[in-house]
């Protein structure tokens, strides 16, 4: 079995680079730009993973990413992240990150970007991966603080495929966010969006109503709202879920109790993500593996969640096809 899911062509629509940063890399990283850690060891990083919600994580999560500085860094901090994709057979990323908490500590968003995008370009020449980069807003984070990191974006408008939200969900809804992003969409980028995690049923309808979100991430409190399921399904708009990630901040007890196979069986684009891999205990096909168990999946469903992953990807048509034809050669044994 265990072969079988890792092996699975798939591919992985959420996931924050900076969410990839393992302690070990952390404190490399610490050294060699003299950045002072609150933590004195990797086992003592490791311990303080233990969250009460998203808003306890993403504390730790920021504090972390004051490591990241010079474009190098980036370069690292993503080919890590592709070597580890590859073990799991990830033939497309499309990979977050968060611009604004890096400029927002004095490093240019070029410096982000670049050693990023470098990085994408190795994994695809070494790795055979296909990606695209998608740079979210911060939403604890004014309105302004995301038009000036949009303007910043624009020079490199050519190596971005979409602009997403993320960050402290309750309390910053969407639609704060609408002009931002219709400048984004005029400027051909695709969006997506973090909604329905902690926030409510009408932060899904928001994002998909006012920001023209292609597709939502995490989405898992759309069960509350038995018309917003009925239109998931109808338009197959996906889902990015991340069932690790919603463990770990308590959105579900656990595995068990997560409403994956339930929303999978009601037809909707479900799909399975690492989130913050180096936070939350595995990355997607550890995720794969213990959903499978919890909750029993079969093989056919996990032939499904793989085929739903390449659909909802921004692929363009002939490499979805290339991979989707890969996926059923693949279920054909
Ligand atoms: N940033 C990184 N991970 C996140 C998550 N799960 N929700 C919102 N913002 C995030
Ligand atoms: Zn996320």
């Not at 990083?45 to 994580?57: I, N, P």
Request: charged letters at 25%.
């Amino acid at each position: 079995m265990e072969a079988f899911v890792r092996g699975l062509p798939k591919a992985e629509l959420h996931v924050h680079i900076e969410g990839t940063l393992e302690p070990e890399m952390m404190f490399q990283m610490a050294q060699r730009n003299g950045v002072a850690l609150s933590f004195e060891s990797v086992e003592e990083v490791r311990a303080a993973y233990e969250f009460t919600d998203l808003q306890s994580f993403l504390d730790i999560y920021y504090e972390g990413a004051r490591v990241l500085t010079t474009e190098q860094d980036f370069f690292d901090l993503t080919h890590a992240y592709l070597r580890k994709a590859a073990e799991d057979n990830v033939r497309r990323a499309e990979i977050f990150f968060d611009p604004q908490t890096h400029t927002e500590r004095g490093i240019p968003f070029e410096t982000a970007v670049t050693g990023i995008h470098r990085a994408l370009e190795a994994g695809r020449a070494e790795l055979g991966i296909s990606s695209g980069l998608i740079m979210c807003f911060l939403r604890h984070l004014s309105v302004e603080s995301a038009h000036r990191t949009l303007e910043q974006a624009l020079p490199f408008r050519h190596l971005l495929l979409a602009v997403g939200l993320d960050s402290s969900e309750v309390g910053n809804p969407p639609e704060a966010f609408e002009a931002v992003f219709a400048r984004a969409r005029r400027e051909g980028l695709l969006v997506v969006a973090h909604a329905g995690e902690e926030g409510p049923p009408a932060y899904i309808w928001k994002a998909l109503d006012v920001l023209h979100a292609r597709r939502i991430d995490h989405g898992v409190r759309a069960e509350e709202d038995p018309n917003l399921l009925l239109r998931l399904a109808e338009e197959r708009i996906p889902l990015t879920m991340c069932p690790f990630s919603n463990i770990k901040l308590r959105v579900f007890p656990s595995l068990a109790d997560h409403n994956l196979k339930r929303l999978l069986d009601r037809g909707l684009v479900v799909t399975i993500n690492s989130d913050d891999p180096a936070y939350f205990g595995g990355y997607v096909g550890d995720n794969y593996l213990a959903v499978s168990e919890a909750l029993g999946l079969s093989r056919e469903n996990l032939g499904t969640l793989a085929g739903n992953s390449f659909e909802a990807s921004f692929l363009r048509v002939e490499e979805r096809r290339r991979f989707l034809a890969e996926l059923d050669r693949y279920l054909a044994g």
